[in-house]
């Protein structure tokens, strides 16, 4: 089993719509979690840190369910620059960061 | 602004060939780490180091060594490159050193093909 499992999806959603992203963990001593945007052809790049019960950004929400050991990441009103790859990732503390796999997203018009 | 620099964007490379890949940060971050990323499989960590002339195994670091002579550079080195390392290689740093928490900031990433 992988450490962290996200569906690859891809999930396609119009624009304004309200999608949302769970990642799975299976280390109970994850005390970090993180979630990351890749674009096509690009490097991921940080989105969202969630810390405790959870963060908001903007249109973006991410929320931590540390008893069933899951985050997960909402966006409201998608807009077309919104598609891209979601990677999510847990930190235990050391200096790994364990990172799942990816959900792809597609915002269409 | 906080920048990760790879030596090469695109890389062909024959079989048995040793290929060096090289990373530069400029933020004076004390970690940095080299992943492979194949799709389906995610980002996957072959090295990291914490410190100049410090590096650990990651969790696929065969076929596979690294170099950290100084703070701002890790090198990757394919001692004899073959078929299966074809992939995107992503370099990246964080800091601070072993604290909870740490951003990793990215490389644009070097798509190996190895023939």
């Known amino acids: 089993r992988k450490e962290v499992e996200q569906d690859p999806g891809p999930f396609n959603v119009p624009e304004g719509a309200t999608v949302a992203f769970n990642c799975t963990y299976s280390n109970s001593a994850s005390q970090s979690f993180f979630w990351y945007r890749q674009d096509c052809r690009k490097e991921p790049k940080l989105l969202m840190s969630?810390?405790?019960s959870g963060n908001e950004d903007g249109r973006f929400t991410a929320q931590l369910n540390r008893a069933s050991q899951y985050i997960s990441l909402l966006i409201r009103d998608s807009k077309l620059s919104d598609s891209a790859t979601y990677l999510c990732a847990t930190h235990t503390g050391g200096f790994k960061t364990i990172f799942g796999a990816g959900t792809r997203l597609f915002v269409k018009a | 602004d906080v920048k990760v620099t790879q030596s090469s964007r695109y890389l062909v490379k024959r079989t048995g060939e040793k290929v060096f890949l090289e990373c530069v940060q400029d933020m004076d971050h004390e970690n940095m780490f080299w992943y492979r990323q194949d799709p389906g499989l995610g980002l996957r960590l072959i090295y990291f180091s914490y410190d100049v002339k410090m590096k650990e195994k990651g969790d696929i670091p065969e076929g596979y060594s690294v170099s950290r002579e100084k703070k701002e550079r890790f090198s990757l080195i394919l001692e004899s490159a073959s078929t299966n390392q074809t992939s995107m290689y992503l370099c990246?740093?964080?800091?601070?050193?072993?604290?909870?928490?740490?951003?990793?900031?990215f490389g644009p990433g070097t798509r190996l093909t190895v023939l």
């Open positions: 990246a740093s964080s800091s601070p050193r072993g604290q909870v928490g740490n951003e990793q900031f």
């Open positions: 969630v810390y405790s």
